[in-house]
């Protein structure tokens, strides 16, 4: 990724980070934790967040 492109992701990080948690993808967890299903977006928002990042990787059922 590119300097211009990591910008840029940190900034929709800033954004999301700014918004209301986004449910899991599959199941409600009641809000525990905001998901993202996107890579470039969970890395900018933990980026701006100064946060590590959880990689939950399973399939659907």
Known sequence: MGEGAGQAAAERGRILAMSAPRPHPHFNDKGTLDWHTSWKEALG????????????????A
Do not use: D, N, P, T
């Not at 928002?45 to 659907?60: D, N, W």
């Open 45 to 60: 928002s933990a980026k701006a967040q100064g946060k590590l990042i959880f990689i939950e990787f399973g399939r659907e």
